[in-house]
C-alpha cells in the first residue's frame, strides 16, 4: 500500500478500461457473469467478480480497486514466499519475493485491474502444494487459477504430461528389469518422488470448472472462446508459422532479458562455473564443511515443465505479445536463479541487491527499445496526459464531435473510468489509430467531427534498436499490429486544423485540434 500510495487513485488505463472494469461493473450493477457493455471475450469471472464484491462493501471507486487488486498481488507475494522456501530456504525465499516484488511488470501490474497476476499468484500455491504432495489442495488452487484466467489450466497441464511420462519411463524399467542399473538412478533425480500420493488424474480435476465455465458462456452467448473478433485476434490470425518463432524469441526475452532481467540470467549463468560455496555444520559434536544445497532436480524438472508449457503456448496464440502473459512462470526463472547466486557465489546478497536497485531503475527509465507502457510508471504518464487533456476538452470543447482512437473513445464516453465530468458525455467518431492511412480516411469526413484528441499509441524510443531495418519493421506491422503514429504538427496539418493543447512527457504526447471550418 504504501509503495503504490501514488498510484492507486489514478483512472483506469487501456484493458482495464476497454474490458476488465466494464465486465465487473456489469456483474456489480446487474449480476450477470457475462458482460454487456462491452463484447465478452469468455475469461473466466473470477477476478470480476472479485471487484464486484469489493465495490459492494466499499463503493464504487478507483480506490477501492486498486486497493482490492494490491489484496490479491501481496497473497501473491505470499505464495510465491511460500512455494520458494519449500523449494530452496528460507534466504533464497526471502530474495525471490523482495526481486519479484520490485520488478516492474510485477509492480505495476500488482494495483491494476487486470487477471494475470491473480492467476500467476493461485498458480504459486498451487505448485507448493503440488511439492508438498497435497493433491486436493493443489486441486483447489490450480482451479481457482484457472478461474481467474484460463491460460492458468497450462500450469496443471504440463506436471500431467511430467507425471505421466515418468510413469511411462518407470514402467519401461519394470518391464525390463533395470531397476538396478546405473541408467536408472541418474534418471531417479529427474523424475517426480516414486512414493508420492500425488496421482496424475487429480491435474486433471482442475479443467473441470474452467470446461463448465465455457459450457455456460456458450450457452448463454453462442461462442465458445470469446466473441469472433477477439478469437480471429488472439487465434486464428497467429497460427502462423512464420509469427510462431518470432513469437517465441520475443517470450524468450520476457524470461531472461526484459527490464533488466537480463543481468540476473548473466550472474546466475556466471555463477553455474564456479564450485558450491561450503557450509559448516554440526553434527553429533563433529564440525564438517558440505556444498550448499540446490533446488531438488526433480521440482527444477517441474518448473521447467511449466515454463515450457508457457512459452510454447503462449508464443502460438495472443494477438498482443504482452509480457504480462508470463507472470506465471518469470517468478519461476528468478526463483531458480537466485538459488544458484545462493549456491555458488560468495557475496551473492550484493549481486541480489544490484539486481533489485537495476529493477526499481526499470520502473522509472524507459528502455531503448519498444515496450508496453504498462510495464513500468510509463502508464501513470499515459493517465495523466490523458487526465489533462480530457479536462481542456470538457473545458473548451464541451458537447462538440471529437474524433479519437481507443481506449480514448472509451474515456471520453464513459465517465466513470475517471477522466472526465461531463454529462453527457462527449459524442465520438472513432478511428483505429493516428497513422498516415486513418488520419487520411479521417480528413475525407471532417464534417462529421468538430475537434481531434489525438496522442502516441505506441512508445517510441528516441533512438530505437534496428530503426534502419526495414524488413524489421515489415514484419511488426505484419505479424504484430505495429504502425507509426504521426506528430501532432502533421496530424492538424492533414485535417486542417491548428493545435489548440499539447503536451509531451518521457516519450509520450498528447494533443487537441480544433479543425477549421
Known sequence: MLLHAPLLRLPYFWDEAGYYVPAARDLFLTGTLIPHSTLSNAHPPLVTAWLALAWRVFGYSTLVTRTAMLVLSAFSLLGL????????????????????????VFFTQSSMAHVDLPAAGLTFW??????????WKQVLWFSAAALAKETA???????????????????GWKKNRLQESSKETRWQKILPPEGRRTRCLCLLLPAVPLAAWYAYHYAKTGFLLGNPEFFRYNVAATLNPLRIPLAFGMRLWQL????????????????MLRRPQLERRLEKKTESAAARPRIAIWMQAAFLSVVLAYLAFMSAVG????????????????????????????????????????FVAGLFSNPPYGFSLEDNLAYRDYIMLHVEASRFLAMRYPGDRVLTAWPASDELTRPWLGYINANPPFRVVRIEDFSAAQIDVAAKARRHFDVALVFSTKYQPPHPLLE??????????????????????????????????????????????????
Open 256 to 271: 531472461f532479458g526484459y527490464f533488466g532481467l537480463y543481468l540476473l540470467t548473466l550472474v546466475g549463468v556466471l555463477a
Open 81 to 104: 514466499f511460500r512455494l520458494s522456501r519449500i523449494a530452496a530456504n528460507l534466504p533464497v525465499a526471502w530474495a525471490t519475493t523482495t526481486l519479484v516484488a520490485v520488478y516492474p
Open 153 to 171: 489450466i497450462l500450469a496443471p497441464l504440463a506436471l500431467f504430461g511430467w507425471e505421466l511420462l515418468g510413469y511411462c519411463i518407470r514402467l
Open 319 to 358: 494477438g498482443a505479445v504482452l509480457a504480462r502473459y508470463m507472470l506465471p512462470v518469470v517468478p519461476l526463472v528468478i526463483l531458480a536463479l537466485v538459488s544458484t547466486l545462493w549456491r555458488r557465489a560468495r557475496y551473492w546478497k550484493l549481486i541480489v541487491g544490484a539486481v533489485a536497485i537495476a
Open 468 to 517: 534502419n531495418w526495414d524488413a524489421w519493421q515489415r514484419i511488426k506491422e505484419k505479424f504484430f499490429g505495429y504502425h507509426r503514429d504521426l506528430l501532432p504538427e502533421d496530424i492538424a496539418q492533414r485535417l486542417g486544423g491548428t493545435i489548440a493543447f499539447s503536451k509531451e512527457q518521457n516519450g509520450q504526447w498528447i494533443a487537441v485540434i480544433a479543425v477549421e471550418r
Open 126 to 135: 498451487a505448485l507448493a502444494a503440488y511439492i508438498e504432495d497435497r493433491p
